[in-house]
């Protein structure tokens, strides 16, 4: 295995890194930025292999794009710690997060905002200074699958929902020692008798059940309104 070039960057206003379409990075370091990388919204970017440490504010930022496969950001097999704020912070995007590690970072390990599509599998996300993984029903088709979100400072997995129609479905995870719920179900409008029909029908727990260990507030919290 070569050895992870380092790239600091002198510029705490800017990102370590901007990615463009069809920019790959692997076996880097980037730290020290006010992000460690940006990618610009018609992108299709991948970033394998990678340590994304130190940074002011975000680990990766992606800026809004198109849901199709061909602006895809695929994200695998790297280290994103010690940022700022979030480790990945996604605006409207498709996404692929695989196979990573997202501790330590100041905010939430995972956030990413309504109308995305995403795909979120065999991470392990922990000691996160708010929730792990914090995703949107709205607009969004979003699989959490084979996690290990352990020990983060709010919920596991945070699942907001402002009544528009999507689908989150969280399977085969672990939920360990969060210090709130394994997962959160927030809701940004009044509870009104369809509310835990709509819950039930965009929030699913299909193929395959999930582990939940010693989280403070327990498994699945009841609709939180926010």
């Known amino acids: 295995n070569k050895k992870h070039v380092i790239i600091e960057s002198s510029n705490k206003e800017d990102s370590v890194i901007l990615m463009r379409h069809k920019d790959r990075i692997n076996k880097v370091t980037l730290m020290g930025g006010k992000y460690g990388v940006k990618v610009k919204g018609d ?17 990766i930022i992606a ?9 895809k950001v695929s994200i695998s097999k790297s280290e994103i710690m010690n940022n700022g704020r979030t480790g990945i912070f996604s605006h409207k995007r498709r996404l692929s997060i695989m196979d990573n590690n997202i501790h330590d970072n100041k905010s939430d390990g995972i956030d990413i905002e309504q109308n ?14 708010a929730s792990g993984i914090k995703v949107r029903i709205d ?34 995870s672990e939920f360990i020692e969060n210090r709130r719920f394994g997962i959160a179900k927030i809701q940004d409008f009044k509870i009104n008798h369809e509310s835990g029909k709509l819950w039930d029908k965009y929030l699913t727990f299909n193929n395959g059940n999930s582990k939940f260990v010693n989280n403070f507030g327990g498994k699945i919290s009841e609709i939180i309104v926010r």
């Open 43 to 59: 992108a299709k970017v991948f970033i394998t292999d990678v340590i994304i440490k130190n940074n002011n504010k975000d680990g």
């Open 63 to 71: 800026e809004e794009g198109d849901v199709r496969n061909e602006r």
């Open 116 to 129: 995305s599509n995403a795909w979120i599998e065999g991470n392990d996300v922990k000691d996160n200074g």
């Open 139 to 172: 607009g969004s088709s979003i699989e959490v699958k084979k996690n290990n979100i352990r020990d983060n400072n709010r919920e596991g997995v945070e699942v907001e929902f402002d009544g528009k129609a999507g689908r989150v479905n969280v399977a085969k």
